[in-house]
Nanobody
Framework: QVQLVESGGGLVQAGGSLRLSCAASGRTFFGYTMGWFRQAPGKEREFVAAIRWSSGGTSYSDSVKGRFTISRDNAKNTVYLQMSGLKPEDTAVYYC????????????????WGQGTQVTVSS
């Protein structure tokens, strides 16, 4: 299994920016898809963004499109989620995930998950 460690969460004011990082290690993953999900209290886990490690192809949920950017640094084995124009409704625990197929990652059924990092946006 691929090991994932998230960092970069914290408190930010509405309209601000924050960058989350997900460091990957373990089995070969350059052919994998990686993604970000989030879950707020009382809400269902929500897909945020996904990226194909090898090609860099991306997908975003409508709620974050135009504000969030997912990217990867191959040399550092790290995936990032750059968040701009943050809103209070972005407040959630953000999770990094990965699997060998695009379908399982986007559906939230992938097998490898990070521990989560809290993002709080104040108004």
């Amino acid at each position: 299994q691929v090991q994932l460690v998230e960092s970069g969460g914290g408190l930010v004011q509405a309209g601000g920016s924050l960058r989350l990082s997900c460091a990957a290690s373990g089995r070969t993953f350059f052919g994998y898809t990686m993604g970000w999900f989030r879950q707020a209290p009382g809400k269902e886990r929500e897909f945020v963004a996904a990226i194909r490690w090898s090609s860099g192809g991306t997908s975003y949920s409508d709620s974050v499109k135009g504000r969030f950017t997912i990217s990867r640094d191959n040399a550092k084995n790290t995936v990032y989620l750059q968040m701009s124009g943050l809103k209070p409704e972005d407040t959630a625990v953000y999770y990094c995930t990965t699997d060998s197929t695009w379908t399982t990652v986007v559906a939230g059924t992938s097998r490898s998950w990070g521990q989560g990092t809290q993002v709080t946006v104040s108004s």
